[in-house]
């Protein structure tokens, strides 16, 4: 991913979206891949320097370094001032654990670590200072307004969670298609949320309205793109009777996380209702010579129909 989009990367949030699409062509091109059996979905790198240097290439990650090498050189600068030591270490603590992890995932680390980096620019040895009264309460009603709007913002986008938390537990309880307004009031503020688009995909397919679970899911694969989606879009072009379309989307989830037997079973199925028994035999073939990775009930009836297509 770095290599094709090394100077600006492949835009912020886009990892999920494109990473997926990349591993399937890696294995589909690595058959016999020894990595094949680890294989699943991937929303993260493997830290968030790599996240960083994927999603804003050389130069976002230039001017993160900017930034860090400014902090460092604050720190030296007032290394004298003992109360600043929990606030450099706290940075610190959070810059090792995004080596190994996902920190600036979790909102309240985020804060911390905003709360730490503006206490530190604080100390600089070097700020601009602005003299004029007016402009400074200018200023200061400009950050005022802008923080109550992104309170605003925070409040509404909570509160929307909150409503489709509900309406989620609702649709689980078979009232789908009375809580589909719902849905539609909380596109405007969750639209660009792939987890949302996701859900509400799984709804319209649910109650049948396929061709719009697919406009859906494929706004959904702009934001969030793996596995589970590729098999959503396939049901709903197989209830569509589009069969070459699901087979297509089989085909890469089962190139997304070649462990998985699901896929390769559909696309038996769909050979078969094809009538390209050959076709088929060679997907229940592939099933039957598939190591399982964790034994289930439903991996072992998925082989005992394949075992049944090979017999006949």
Request: with cysteine; charged share 20%.
């Amino acid at each position: 991913m770095f290599h094709d989009h090394w100077l600006l990367g492949i835009g912020s949030g886009k990892f999920q979206a494109e990473y997926m699409l990349y591993q399937a062509e890696y294995f589909q091109q690595n058959m016999d891949s020894v990595f094949a059996s680890l294989a699943d979905n991937v929303k993260n790198p493997f830290n968030e320097y790599i996240k960083i240097l994927v999603e804003y290439g050389i130069v976002g990650f230039f001017l993160f370094m900017v930034v860090v090498i400014n902090l460092i050189k604050t720190w030296n600068c007032n290394r004298d001032k003992i109360y600043l030591l929990p606030v450099f270490w706290s940075v610190s603590a959070i810059a090792v654990l995004a080596f190994f992890s996902y920190p600036l995932d979790c909102p309240g680390v985020v804060l911390v670590l905003v709360l730490n980096v503006a206490i530190l620019n604080t100390y600089q040895t070097t700020i601009w200072k602005i003299e004029k009264k007016i402009l400074l309460k200018a200023v200061a009603g400009g950050i005022t307004i802008f923080a109550l709007l992104f309170l605003g913002i925070v409040y509404c986008y909570g509160r929307s969670e909150y409503v489709w938390y509900k309406i989620a537990n609702s649709s689980f309880a078979g009232k789908t298609r009375e809580v589909l307004p719902e849905y539609q009031k909380l596109y405007g503020w969750l639209g660009k949320d792939g987890l949302f688009l996701y859900n509400f995909g799984a709804e319209l397919q649910q109650i049948g309205e396929y061709e719009a679970s697919i406009r859906v899911l494929e706004e959904c694969c702009l934001r969030l793109n793996d596995y589970d989606v590729q098999l959503l879009l396939a049901e709903n072009y197989t209830r569509l009777n589009m069969l070459e379309r699901a087979k297509t989307h089989l085909s890469m989830a089962s190139n997304m996380c070649p462990v998985r037997f699901v896929p390769l079973y559909k696309l038996m199925n769909i050979c078969l209702k094809e009538g390209k028994i050959e076709e088929a035999k060679r997907y229940a073939r592939d099933l039957v010579n598939k190591p399982i990775k964790i034994h289930s009930v439903r991996v072992d009836r998925i082989k005992d129909m394949a075992k049944k297509v090979l017999d006949e």
